[in-house]
Each structure stands twice: as structure tokens, then as C-alpha cells.
């Protein structure tokens, strides 16, 4: 394979992406960890999803974009482990 370095930057770059809008969106914005306690009661637990309603959307969106940039990252997976290195011939019986 010739062309490894504009595969290593989209690598680079789609990684970079990933854990900013992906990691950002959803653990950071809509605050997912740590959940809530197991000793609150069902209408303390649907207050804090009322409250930080606009927080949630924003980083379910931030991470739904940031998973839209995982798909180069398995295009190039399935490139580098699917390029042949040398012509090799598997035989089931020898």
C-alpha cells in the first residue's frame, strides 16, 4: 500500500472528531456519568431529565454527529486488513 499518509491523517482526524463531538456530546454536555442514584425517587429522577432537557439534546446531537465519524475509521480498517501484502494461496488439504 502506497498511499498510508492521507489514511493516517483521515485516521488521525476522525479519531480527533469522535472524542470531541461523541465523548464531549455525552458525557460532558449531557452529563450521562455518573447516573443518577439508585435512592432517588421516580419524580426526582424525571426532574433532573426535566431540567437539563436542553443540555441532553445538545450532546445526544453533538454524539449522533460524532458517530457519524466513526465510519471512516472502519472504511480504513477494513482497507488496511483487507490489502493484500503479498499473493498467498490457503489450502484447506496439503
Same mark, same amino acid.
Given at each position: 500500500?502506497?498511499?498510508?499518509?492521507?489514511?493516517?491523517?483521515?485516521?488521525?482526524? /476522525?479519531?480527533?472528531?469522535?472524542?470531541?463531538?461523541? #465523548?464531549?456530546?455525552? +458525557?460532558?454536555? =449531557?452529563?450521562?456519568? @455518573?447516573?443518577? /442514584?439508585?435512592?432517588?425517587?421516580?419524580?426526582?429522577?424525571?426532574?433532573? %431529565?426535566?431540567? #437539563?432537557?436542553? /443540555?441532553?439534546?445538545?450532546?445526544?446531537?453533538? =454524539? +449522533?454527529?460524532?458517530? #457519524?465519524?466513526?465510519?471512516?475509521? %472502519?472504511?480504513? =480498517?477494513?482497507?488496511?486488513?483487507?490489502? @493484500?501484502? !503479498?499473493?498467498?494461496? +490457503?489450502?484447506?488439504? !496439503?
Amino acid at each position: 500500500m502506497k498511499n498510508k499518509p492521507p489514511l493516517l491523517l483521515i485516521r488521525f482526524v /476522525s479519531l480527533l472528531m469522535v472524542a470531541l463531538f461523541w #465523548g464531549m456530546g455525552m +458525557f460532558v454536555i =449531557a452529563v450521562f456519568l @455518573p447516573p443518577p /442514584s439508585p435512592e432517588l425517587s421516580v419524580a426526582e429522577i424525571a426532574a433532573v %431529565y426535566r431540567e #437539563g432537557r436542553t /443540555s441532553i439534546i445538545t450532546g445526544l446531537t453533538m =454524539a +449522533f454527529v460524532g458517530a #457519524g465519524f466513526m465510519l471512516p475509521l %472502519y472504511c480504513i =480498517a477494513l482497507l488496511l486488513f483487507s490489502w @493484500p501484502k !503479498q499473493k498467498r494461496v +490457503f489450502r484447506i488439504s !496439503q
